[in-house]
């Protein structure tokens, strides 16, 4: 399996995180799957997806499956909170990953995220040309160098010309939210943004897709994942009682069962996923 990460230029990054390309280097048959969770296991080749806040998945020379979801053109993906399985149904896997912050989906898209939560749309089905032209522009070269400035290029043309001032209070929320390592009520976040929880609770789960209390679990369990890919990246032995409660977890128990929850695997088990790729946890086991 190779892994290529780009990130997108300055002005995007508030928005989107990273383009990951993939491809699979081999038969897809020889490819053992992470778990043995029977959800894996159907299929030629699955590789599975961490929950996150909204994506977009482009495939070149294969239809797979997401959630349900059969294509081969670029489907996105509202914010989910738990594992998603990748499966290629026809031909070698070869793709990419447009993984977006929180509220940035929906600044370059203008979905209503709560519609779209847990749900997986074709280019086409959303009705956005725009966004088949992007399939396209993946399509037309298969080098990540390449492609890459031309996504950069058609999302910063829909970068809002006026200050989304949702948006705003949304970075803030979320800097509150990292700062309190999970221990933030809704009624705080409210706060934070300046809106009466009723109406922040709208704005919230329309630019992010999933309540405040979900997010600030799964915004914890990506900081540990990515706590734990950074160890062991440098050579450390991982201690997970340390790095856990580090994140605002009270005890490894309380971490597992949110693990199994968001990523079907313990915290044990995705030490032992081997070192990896990058510094930044992998959308995908590799």
Same mark, same amino acid.
């Given at each position: 399996?190779?892994?290529?990460?780009?990130?997108?230029?300055?002005?995007?990054?508030?928005? &989107?995180?990273?383009?990951?390309? @993939?491809?699979?280097?081999? +038969?897809?048959?020889?490819?053992?799957?992470?778990?043995?969770?029977?959800?894996?296991?159907?299929?030629?080749?699955?590789?599975?997806?961490?929950?996150?806040?909204?994506?977009? !998945? #482009? @495939?070149?020379?294969?239809?797979?499956?997401?959630?349900?979801?059969?294509?081969?053109? =670029?489907?996105?993906?509202?914010?989910?909170?738990?594992? =998603?399985?990748?499966?290629?149904?026809?031909?070698?896997?070869?793709?990419?990953?447009?993984? #977006?912050?929180?509220?940035?989906?929906?600044?370059?898209?203008?979905?209503?995220?709560?519609?779209?939560?847990?749900?997986?749309?074709?280019?086409?089905?959303?009705?956005?040309?725009?966004?088949?032209?992007?399939?396209?522009?993946?399509? %037309? %070269? +298969?080098?990540?160098?390449? &492609?890459?400035?031309?996504?950069?290029?058609?999302? =910063?043309?829909?970068?809002?010309?006026?200050?989304?001032?949702?948006? $705003?209070?949304?970075?803030?929320?979320?800097?509150?939210?990292?700062?309190?390592?999970?221990?933030? %009520?809704?009624?705080?976040?409210?706060?934070?943004?300046?809106?009466?929880?009723?109406?922040?609770?709208?704005?919230?789960?329309?630019? @992010?897709? !999933?309540?405040?209390?979900?997010?600030?679990?799964?915004?914890?369990?990506?900081?540990?994942?990515?706590?734990?890919?950074?160890?062991?990246?440098?050579?450390?032995?991982?201690?997970?009682?340390? $790095?856990?409660?580090?994140?605002?977890?009270?005890?490894? %128990?309380?971490?597992?069962?949110?693990?199994?929850?968001?990523?079907?695997? +313990?915290?044990?088990?995705?030490?032992?996923?081997?070192?990896?790729?990058?510094?930044? #946890?992998? @959308?995908?086991?590799?």
């Amino acid at each position: 399996m190779y892994f290529q990460i780009i990130y997108p230029t300055e002005a995007l990054r508030p928005y &989107i995180s990273r383009y990951v390309f @993939v491809r699979a280097e081999g +038969s897809t048959d020889t490819m053992a799957p992470p778990s043995e969770d029977p959800r894996f296991v159907n299929g030629k080749h699955v590789q599975p997806l961490l929950p996150n806040y909204g994506s977009f !998945i #482009f @495939v070149r020379n294969a239809v797979v499956e997401i959630g349900g979801k059969q294509s081969g053109e =670029l489907m996105l993906l509202g914010a989910n909170q738990t594992t =998603l399985g990748l499966t290629t149904l026809s031909g070698w896997f070869e793709g990419m990953m447009l993984d #977006f912050e929180p509220g940035g989906m929906h600044v370059l898209t203008n979905m209503d995220l709560q519609s779209l939560s847990g749900k997986v749309l074709t280019a086409h089905e959303s009705g956005d040309e725009g966004l088949m032209h992007l399939d396209q522009i993946f399509r %037309s %070269s +298969s080098n990540a160098e390449e &492609i890459a400035p031309q996504l950069d290029a058609f999302f =910063l043309g829909r970068i809002p010309q006026k200050t989304d001032i949702n948006y $705003t209070r949304l970075r803030k929320v979320i800097a509150a939210c990292d700062e309190a390592k999970g221990n933030i %009520s809704a009624a705080e976040m409210a706060s934070v943004a300046c809106l009466g929880e009723r109406q922040f609770l709208r704005v919230f789960r329309n630019y @992010v897709g !999933i309540p405040p209390k979900q997010f600030v679990r799964l915004r914890r369990f990506h900081s540990t994942l990515q706590d734990m890919q950074l160890q062991a990246s440098q050579g450390a032995s991982i201690d997970l009682l340390a $790095t856990v409660m580090r994140h605002g977890y009270y005890d490894l %128990s309380h971490a597992a069962l949110e693990f199994q929850q968001m990523g079907c695997v +313990s915290p044990g088990q995705f030490r032992m996923l081997g070192i990896p790729l990058t510094q930044d #946890f992998s @959308v995908f086991f590799a």
